[in-house]
């Protein structure tokens, strides 16, 4: 058996009982086995694009005699998948803007899938616009900090939720909704970033200089307000 701990872990917490995942970027296919170990899934497909990871994702299968439950790919996001192999699809450890082309190209995969979970390293943001532009509502977020730094999961169905404003969009409309434990250290974490580029910005000359110096001024006042 083997054992995830916490983000993996976490994700793993979002898969309903009984569905079928189809996890993209699988890697060593650790989420996918502890699913159908669990007994979580009964069945699951595990795709990754680099033929390292897909090795190493057969392999583990393999090991653990999950070969008959656990189908494994090498390929690009959702295009070795047939629709109907899952109905929940995960992806995790990729950007934002990565995940959202995976999207976007598995459309054919996706009519079949009704729950997303997601965990973009970066531009959560530009994901979370795209699941509101294309039919997935977010109805569960959450935080988790490892090894000292926080990531976001997004759980998404199909359905409509505007996302009120950019702030939301940046922070995860969830998050802050339910005041996540660790959103006072991505607030922090964020108007540090910020605070770091305006300090550049104040060594620099350029035209259009205070223009971009109130932007951001602006963007962290928001971002201390979500904590106000
Ligand atoms: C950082 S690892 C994350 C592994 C695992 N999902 C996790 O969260 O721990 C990202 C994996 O995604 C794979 N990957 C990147 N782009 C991909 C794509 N377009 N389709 C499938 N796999 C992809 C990489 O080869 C790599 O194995």
Redesign the pocket.
Known sequence: MIELKG??AE?AGYVPQGSAII??????A??PIFLVQRGRCPRAVG????A???KSAVEQVGLQGLQDRINIYL???L?PVQPGEGDVV?????GGT?IV??LQAGERVLAQVNRLIL?P?VAGASLRLWLMQHGWGIMEEQLVEEDGRIYEISVAERGTQPIPSEIMLELGPRIVAKKDPLLPKLVGNRVEALEAVLAQLGKARSPGLEVKQAEIRNKIRLLQEVLA
């Open positions: 983000r993996l994700i996890d993209v970027g699988t890697d060593h650790y989420l795709v990754d694009i680099h390292g990871p897909y390929g690009d996001g295009q995960t992806v995790a450890g990729m990565t082309d995976i965990q390293m």
